[in-house]
Nanobody
Framework: QVYLRESGGGLVQPGESLSLSCVAI????????LAWYRQYPKKERELIAT?????????SDSAKLAGRFAVTGDTAKNSVDLHIDNLKPEDTAVYYC????????????????WGQGTQVTVSS
């Protein structure tokens, strides 16, 4: 059994910073990638960034343009953090962690797992 645990969401004021954390827990053979997404109401989930097993961070075009996001983590430690600076009301969304993991039960198949989502609300 593998699951992702997210933490760090909440209500913040515009201009503040926020960090979200995600850790994969369970019988993991190897974590291939970890990613952060966000979802606005009635919209599809959109990718922010992916952390690869080589330590590279691949950014979505929108996140790269914004320049307010940072990702830290290590797939070998099954954890990834997302840091957002200068939060804006348009950052209000549910943030999800996603992972591509080879589990102990299926070590040759990369399975996708999702966290439960954490609400970030930016409002004064």
């Amino acid at each position: 059994q593998v699951y992702l645990r997210e933490s760090g969401g909440g209500l913040v004021q515009p201009g503040e910073s926020l960090s979200l954390s995600c850790v994969a827990i369970g019988a993991i053979q190897r974590t291939d990638l970890l990613a952060w997404y966000r979802q606005y109401p009635k919209k599809e989930r959109e990718l922010i960034a992916t952390l690869t097993s080589t330590g590279d961070t691949i950014w979505s075009d929108s996140a790269k343009l914004a320049g307010r996001f940072a990702v830290t983590g290590d797939t070998a430690k099954n954890s990834v953090d997302l840091h957002i600076d200068n939060l804006k009301p348009e950052d209000t969304a549910v943030y999800y962690c996603g992972a591509g993991i080879f589990t102990a039960a299926a070590p040759y198949v990369r399975s996708t797992f999702w966290g439960q989502g954490t609400q970030v609300t930016v409002s004064s």
